[in-house]
């Protein structure tokens, strides 16, 4: 009666569950079986590399309606950080066609800071590799971002050695992160 009264809609029952986004599951998630071993836990505060990239910081790409992110160890030397978001409609399609356009559009290429466009449906449509360089592009962090459906999965491995990602080892990983969620 309270909440009729200060105009208040209380939803309970299945209509609530509906409206609520769902979770991402474990099962999408890379596992320690691609992570050759390396048990998956959280993304530690303080990351400086976004996880859900937007190169032109003047135009909005489109937002998930949930996501879920962790990181793991890769031996002493890397450290792969997962995301995977899911999109109503066609949102992940659209998000990955406005990465590549920012890219393009806001990519900086050799020894500057920002994003820089290294190669397009490498790993079949609606994926992108590209570097997130800092340091006047001594050092960068490697990602691949793919659209499956109706998630996205970013994948990105940074380097503690040399700053400098193994772009064959990330899209190895970014492979198993793609078929995890196509079978999904």
Request: hydrophobic share 40%; net charge negative.
């Amino acid at each position: 009666m309270t909440a009729m009264i200060l105009g208040l809609v209380s939803v309970s029952g299945p209509a609530a569950a509906q409206q609520r986004p769902r979770g991402i599951p474990d099962r999408v998630m890379l596992q320690p079986d691609d992570l050759g071993g390396a048990v998956p836990g959280p993304v530690e505060d303080g990351l400086v590399w976004s996880l859900l990239p937007q190169p032109c910081a003047d135009t909005p790409v489109p937002g998930p309606v949930v996501s879920r992110t962790q990181a793991a160890d890769l031996g002493t030397r890397f450290r792969i950080y997962e995301n995977v978001a899911r999109y109503r409609g066609d949102g992940a399609h659209a998000y990955l066609t406005e990465l590549k356009a920012q890219l393009a559009r806001c990519g900086v290429g050799g020894d500057e800071e920002g994003f820089d466009p290294v190669a397009e449906d490498h790993l079949g449509p609606d994926s992108v590799l590209f570097l997130g360089t800092c340091d006047e592009g001594d050092r960068y962090v490697g990602y691949v971002a793919a659209a499956v459906g109706h998630y996205v999965v970013v994948v990105m491995m940074s380097d503690s050695y040399l700053g400098a990602a193994d772009l064959t080892t990330l899209n190895g990983l970014a492979n198993a992160a793609r078929n995890r969620v196509a079978a999904a």
